[in-house]
């Protein structure tokens, strides 16, 4: 097992199976002998004995989090609006833009909601001008070496402040 790998109960790992970093298995799961189970892999299923195996779990929002809200003591009347601003942005037929401006031509009320509406709109603002907010600056300290290593890759001083002029 390497480093920050989570088993819930009941979880049955077989001989010489190995289990990548940050792995979540689900209860009740069983990882097959001499199994390989990549990094990061979210598991709610048996993996299959010999198999070398990843389970990516794609990024899903489903909606709000209701009993968070409702347990950290936002009223029901804000829930109802993010509710309804959420169902608005993820299962009409709208595009992103056409659902923040459904949701702003709403009219919410509640201070949760726009800020809500407001921090999404301002996001989508910033990809639609494909450049980062100004709380994401990218910070560039001046290297000592002649060579900076980026992706394996050898980068010159050179490449890498015209690169960072040009942001």
Not at 57 to 76: D, H, W
Not at 158 to 165: A, G, K, M, P, V
Request: with cysteine; net charge positive; aromatic share 8%.
């Amino acid at each position: 097992m390497a480093n920050g790998a989570s088993l819930a109960g009941h979880i049955e790992i077989q001989d010489h199976a190995t289990v990548g970093a940050f792995c979540g298995i689900h209860q009740f799961c069983r990882v097959g002998a001499y199994g390989f189970l990549g990094a990061f892999s979210g598991v709610n299923q048996d993996i299959l004995p010999y198999s070398k195996t990843t389970a990516p779990r794609p990024l899903g929002v489903y909606g709000t989090n209701k009993i968070g809200l409702e347990r950290r003591g936002l009223p029901a009347e804000d829930i109802k609006e993010l509710e309804a601003a959420f169902r608005l942005l993820l299962r009409s037929k709208l595009n992103t833009t056409q659902a923040l401006e459904a949701i702003e031509a709403r009219g919410f009320q509640s201070p949760t909601s726009r800020s809500w509406w407001s921090s999404s709109k301002l996001r989508k603002e910033e990809w639609r001008n494909n450049r980062p907010s100004e709380s994401c600056q990218l910070s560039v300290v001046s290297c000592p070496l002649p060579v900076v290593y980026f992706g394996g890759l050898p980068i010159s001083q050179s490449d890498l402040q015209r690169t960072t002029d040009s942001l």
